[in-house]
DNA sequence: CACTCGTGGGG
DNA sequence: TCCCCAAGAGT
């Protein structure tokens, strides 16, 4: 197969967007703060929040010394709040356990909260330049079609993909430019819907040398949001974000009226994950709210 | 392995 | 309008 490499080199050298987390003056902090924002959250809508977290809180310690409403608050709503609470307790243990310095091998940043197979291999690479693969939904799908052939990832089986990537891998020297920009045509040109092959830097793609083949996965289940207790939790949050002491069980029932017992088990699911806390009286606020 | 967990912009 | 889905992780 041909080179890919200086040809998705070459096209990030000239089209890479400009990102903030991408200058080299960022520290490893600062780019492990973006993969924990970017984890489902478009790069958009995570990028005035980033400016604004690292800018307050540069460090582990210090995000370590916030307390875990004022974490929440910061978070805002990137979505999956329980990104935030898991963010700020991988700073403490960083801070405590690893004298406030990010770790730089995978196996190490395993172990921490809220860290997993991409945002471990992520840090490394793009933080510490180590020649590791690092696959996320962009790499799959480009993988899929560039080397496969198919108009999809199959379903995620981690040995695997990590194998496409790492035969693909150039020398460490060369690695994190290459996985960063298989990440940036996924995002911006070998995207889910309506890819921009014309734009495409690949000189060989065997998805487009077969016809472009159509999907044969079996139709995904649609992610429905309207209704769901997801959303019942995002509104109960909504209220406690904007507020700075406690509040009573009757200003949190207002917001979800349909369904009393759902209600109910969406404010029991934030308690049991600790993003609410109920204090001596019955009332809720956020969790380590005055910490 | 299947499921849950927010939010909002674009096709 | 409605539906898809966006740098995943944990259970």
């Not at 790492?166 to 020297?173: G, K, S």
């Not at 960063?180 to 487009?208: H, K, N, Q």
Request: overall charge positive.
């Amino acid at each position: 197969m041909t080179d890919i490499v200086p040809q998705l080199v070459d096209w990030y050298d000239r089209e890479q967007r400009d990102l903030p987390w991408r200058r080299p003056d960022v520290s490893p902090w600062q780019v492990l703060v973006s993969e924990f924002m970017l984890q489902q959250t478009p790069v958009a809508r995570v990028e005035p929040v980033w400016r604004a977290w690292v800018a307050r809180w540069p460090t582990p310690s210090a995000t370590a010394a916030a307390s875990a409403a004022d974490v929440l608050r910061a978070w805002g709503k990137l979505g999956y709040p329980r990104r935030a609470k898991r963010l700020h307790e991988c700073a403490t243990v960083i801070a405590t356990d690893f004298g406030d310095a990010v770790p730089s091998d995978v196996e190490t940043l395993l172990t921490l909260p809220g860290i997993g197979a991409y945002t471990a291999r992520a840090v490394a690479c793009f933080a510490y330049r180590r020649r590791v693969p690092v696959v996320d939904t962009n790499v799959r799908r480009v993988v899929a079609r560039a080397v496969h052939g198919r108009a999809d990832a199959a379903p995620s089986s981690s040995p695997r993909d990590l194998a496409d990537v790492e035969a693909l891998l150039p020398d460490e020297a060369l690695a994190p430019k290459f996985s960063i920009a298989l990440m940036e045509l996924g995002a911006t040109v070998c995207t889910a819907r309506a890819p921009r092959c014309a734009s495409c830097p690949l000189s060989v793609c065997a998805w487009r040398s077969r016809g472009f083949p159509a999907s044969t996965a079996p139709a995904r289940r649609v992610q429905r949001y309207a209704g769901t207790d997801r959303q019942v939790r995002g509104r109960l949050l909504d209220v406690l974000r904007g507020r700075d002491s406690p509040v009573t069980r009757a200003e949190l029932d207002v917001v979800w009226l349909s369904d009393t017992a759902q209600r109910d088990r969406a404010l029991d699911s934030l308690l049991v994950d600790g993003l609410v806390e109920q204090t001596a009286d019955g009332r809720f606020a956020l969790a380590g709210e005055g910490d």
